[in-house]
T-cell receptor
Framework: EAQVTQNPRYLITVTGKKLTVTCSQN?????MSWYRQDPGLGLRQIYYSMNVEVTDKGDVPEGYKVSRKEKRNFPLILESPSPNQTSLYFC????????????FGPGTRLTVL | GQQVMQIPQYQHVQEGEDFTTYCNSSTTLSNIQWYKQRPGGHPVFLIQ?????EVKKQKRLTFQFGEAKKNSSLHITATQTTDVGTYFCAILTGTASKLTFGTGTRLQVTL
């Protein structure tokens, strides 16, 4: 089944404790991205990647890191999480670029205490 | 950066009534995408509009792209409880590799 998977689905952590949210797609998509969703603010793009080893900042990149070492994986890294990063996070992928239909993962609900 | 305003933020209708959500930009858009997110779910792609004045239909959903390519609308005819969710528009911004979403319109449908 064609899909985007994210792990973990739920995470409660404490300020400053490094964490990684994994994202994987099995559709051989070139483009991958991360979004955070907060009430009243919609979906805001954090980082995106056009291809392996090519990443770029979205609208809200501060406090986040990403890497794209393999085509199928695009992990989101929070080196030192803070409470304002408490949010619902979505990974998405598409065939070529943001111009194409985005396929979203199921989401990761993160709480930073 | 480039933004898109989406209105209304929330609408509550009775089943059978029509519903419309609008997205407006101050600049000309290359295209616009629409997504639906059910409560507790993830966004799901509905459609993409590219041409000026374009109108596309999916059963009870009608999507329009303005003549000036600065606005778009999603109209649902005779809503059903299955239409409940938040509807987002999304536009390409920056280098055309970034995707910016509107704040969404939450639709509630009651019997």
């Amino acid at each position: 089944e064609a899909q985007v998977t994210q792990n973990p689905r739920y995470l409660i952590t404490v300020t400053g404790k490094k964490l990684t949210v994994t994202c994987s797609q099995n559709m051989n998509h070139e483009y991958m991205s991360w979004y955070r969703q907060d009430p009243g603010l919609g979906l805001r793009q954090i980082y995106y990647s056009m291809n392996v080893e090519v990443t770029d900042k979205g609208d809200v990149p501060e406090g986040y890191k990403v890497s794209r070492k393999e085509k199928r994986n695009f992990p989101l890294i929070l080196e030192s999480p803070s409470p304002n990063q408490t949010s619902l996070y979505f990974c998405a992928s598409s065939f070529w670029s943001s111009y194409n239909e985005q396929f979203f993962g199921p989401g990761t609900r993160l709480t930073v205490l | 950066g480039q933004q898109v305003m989406q209105i209304p933020q929330y609408q509550h209708v009775q089943e059978g009534e029509d519903f419309t959500t609008y997205c407006n930009s101050s600049t000309t858009l290359s295209n616009i995408q629409w997504y639906k997110q059910r409560p507790g779910g993830h966004p799901v792609f509905l459609i993409q509009l590219v041409k000026s004045g374009e109108v596309k239909k999916q059963k009870r959903l009608t999507f329009q792209f303005g003549e000036a390519k600065k606005n778009s609308s999603l109209h649902i005819t005779a809503t059903q409880t299955t239409d409940v969710g938040t509807y987002f528009c999304a536009i390409l911004t920056g280098t055309a590799s970034k995707l910016t979403f509107g704040t969404g319109t939450r639709l509630q449908v009651t019997l």
